[in-house]
């Protein structure tokens, strides 16, 4: 499988930005997938996860009631809404399995919040 993610940019603190991850072959829909992030100097983290048929969904305090993730098995795409973003949430923004083995990592998004 092969992830692609996307939607990143540069954006002031208070703003929004959607996130896409696109995702190949056929496993996707089989599996819970994740969105990760990794910031300059700190171990990479999951901040947000849902179930392969998207009925559940979890998210780390950091980015609860902010952040959302939805999927699109149809499309074998995921999303990431991220409102009222911080300074804090500058990262490079990546998407895969939420339990191990995992897939091999994409080239992730980066995500810059302004103050």
């Known amino acids: 499988v092969q992830l692609v993610e996307s939607g990143g940019g540069l954006v002031q603190a208070g703003g929004s930005l959607r996130l896409s991850c696109a995702a190949s072959?056929?496993?996707?829909?089989?599996?819970?997938m994740g969105w990760y992030r990794q910031a300059p100097g700190k171990q990479r983290e999951l901040v947000a996860d849902i179930s392969n048929g998207g009925g559940s969904t979890h998210y780390a305090d950091s980015v609860k009631g902010r952040f959302t993730i939805s999927r699109d098995n149809a499309k074998n795409t995921m999303y990431l809404q991220m409102n009222s973003l911080k300074p804090d949430d500058t990262a490079v923004y990546y998407c895969?399995?939420?339990?191990?083995?995992?897939?091999?990592w994409g080239q992730g998004t980066q995500v810059t919040v302004s103050s």
């Open positions: 072959g056929s496993t996707f829909r089989f599996n819970s």
């Open positions: 895969n399995k939420k339990y191990d083995p995992l897939f091999r």
